[in-house]
């Protein structure tokens, strides 16, 4: 049987209660170890004072001193590599852990499904499970575990996570495209989504692209799969914005999808709260599917908006 790859990502994030002191360092190859725990590689790295960001064969991981964020694709198992970062992070000094997946376009080649990540995640962290989403479309599965309430500023996860993306992009995002300049040209398209950023990005064989932005403790990152079967592209960044209608456009416009999961996780916070209505926009050319609201006791909210292409009348 033909292996068909799984992009739709699994995201694992940790928020400390205090920074701890040389988290960030890889002089005992620990992040190598949590890489590899996933059965992902390191392919390369980009720093600056704030964090680092490390691109991986399969998505990537953020580090601050006081968060991790990984994120992996693929037949990866993500939850195994919790088990590494506790080595050398303090479970007592853990606020926040979470655990992000979507439905998978091809279940069946998983290691593991939800139900199982969670178990495994319960036995370290206790905490909850969710889905938010209809159960016969496009939804995430969501595992929390805290222990205070994060009301401290603004705190904003922006994710837009495409499916059947433009079949023209096929080339684009190859390891050997029919036009090295045409590929140039798109892919600055995205380096210049934020243009103050320090980017790093790879192109996978036969085809795939991943891209990391960052700029002092902000980030954003793309991931792209365009096979034929089971296109998908994801954008994920962690600038805070009052209205995400610009940033969304020029994503979505730039990978025309059939349909997408637009995701917004954010604290609540009185200013996160007034800036959540604009925060979730509809895009012209799509019309929105579902809108699900769900707020968590760790302070933290999700809100799911799917949004399908409005046919053309003729």
Same mark, same amino acid.
């Given at each position: 049987?033909?292996?068909?790859?799984?992009?739709?990502?699994k995201k694992l994030e940790i928020i400390l209660r $205090?920074?701890?002191?040389?988290?960030?360092?890889?002089?005992?190859?620990?992040?190598?170890?949590?890489?590899?725990?996933?059965?992902?590689?390191?392919?390369?790295?980009?720093?600056?004072?704030?964090?680092?960001?490390?691109?991986?064969?399969?998505?990537?991981?953020?580090?601050?001193?006081?968060?991790?964020?990984?994120?992996?694709?693929?037949?990866?198992?993500?939850?195994?590599?919790?088990?590494?970062?506790?080595?050398?992070?303090?479970?007592r000094n853990i606020d926040f852990l979470f655990y992000e997946r $979507?439905?998978?376009?091809?279940?069946?080649?998983?290691?593991?499904?939800?139900?199982?990540?969670?178990?495994?995640?319960?036995?370290?962290?206790?905490?909850?499970?969710?889905?938010?989403?209809?159960?016969?479309?496009? =939804?995430? =599965?969501?595992?929390?575990?805290?222990?205070?309430?994060?009301?401290?500023?603004?705190?904003?996860?922006?994710?837009?996570?495409?499916?059947?993306?433009?079949?023209?992009?096929?080339?684009?995002?190859?390891?050997?495209?029919?036009?090295?300049?045409?590929?140039?040209?798109?892919?600055?398209?995205?380096?210049?989504?934020?243009?103050?950023?320090?980017?790093?990005?790879?192109?996978?064989?036969?085809?795939?692209?991943?891209?990391?932005?960052?700029?002092?403790?902000?980030?954003?990152?793309?991931?792209?799969?365009?096979?034929?079967?089971?296109?998908?592209?994801?954008?994920?960044?962690?600038?805070?914005?009052?209205?995400?209608?610009?940033?969304?456009?020029?994503?979505?416009?730039?990978?025309?999808? $059939?349909?997408?999961?637009?995701?917004?996780?954010?604290?609540?916070?009185?200013?996160?709260?007034?800036?959540?209505?604009?925060?979730?926009?509809?895009? @012209?050319?799509?019309?929105?599917?579902?809108?699900?609201?769900?707020?968590?006791?760790?302070?933290?909210?999700?809100?799911?908006?799917?949004?399908?292409?409005? @046919?053309?009348?003729?």
């Amino acid at each position: 049987m033909t292996h068909l790859f799984e992009g739709h990502e699994k995201k694992l994030e940790i928020i400390l209660r $205090k920074p701890q002191e040389g988290l960030r360092c890889n002089l005992d190859q620990r992040w190598n170890r949590v890489v590899r725990a996933s059965g992902a590689d390191i392919l390369s790295k980009i720093s600056n004072s704030c964090m680092d960001a490390w691109l991986l064969s399969e998505s990537g991981l953020f580090v601050w001193e006081n968060r991790i964020r990984m994120i992996t694709c693929g037949r990866t198992t993500l939850t195994a590599s919790l088990p590494e970062i506790f080595r050398f992070v303090d479970r007592r000094n853990i606020d926040f852990l979470f655990y992000e997946r $979507k439905n998978m376009m091809y279940p069946h080649q998983q290691p593991y499904d939800f139900k199982d990540d969670a178990a495994f995640l319960q036995f370290y962290s206790p905490g909850s499970r969710y889905r938010i989403g209809p159960a016969d479309s496009d =939804h995430i =599965h969501l595992f929390h575990s805290c222990r205070t309430r994060n009301l401290d500023g603004r705190d904003s996860t922006f994710q837009l996570l495409m499916s059947d993306i433009d079949p023209r992009l096929e080339n684009i995002f190859s390891a050997q495209p029919v036009s090295s300049g045409c590929q140039t040209e798109k892919t600055s398209i995205l380096k210049q989504l934020y243009p103050d950023m320090v980017t790093d990005s790879y192109f996978f064989s036969p085809f795939g692209y991943s891209l990391n932005a960052i700029h002092n403790d902000c980030y954003f990152t793309v991931h792209v799969t365009p096979q034929p079967q089971g296109s998908y592209a994801s954008f994920e960044t962690n600038i805070m914005e009052t209205d995400y209608s610009s940033i969304g456009r020029k994503v979505i416009s730039f990978f025309h999808p $059939k349909k997408f999961s637009l995701i917004l996780t954010t604290n609540m916070t009185p200013a996160s709260l007034q800036s959540r209505p604009a925060a979730t926009p509809l895009f @012209p050319g799509y019309h929105i599917a579902e809108k699900v609201f769900c707020e968590f006791g760790s302070g933290f909210a999700t809100t799911l908006v799917n949004q399908v292409k409005t @046919p053309v009348e003729h």
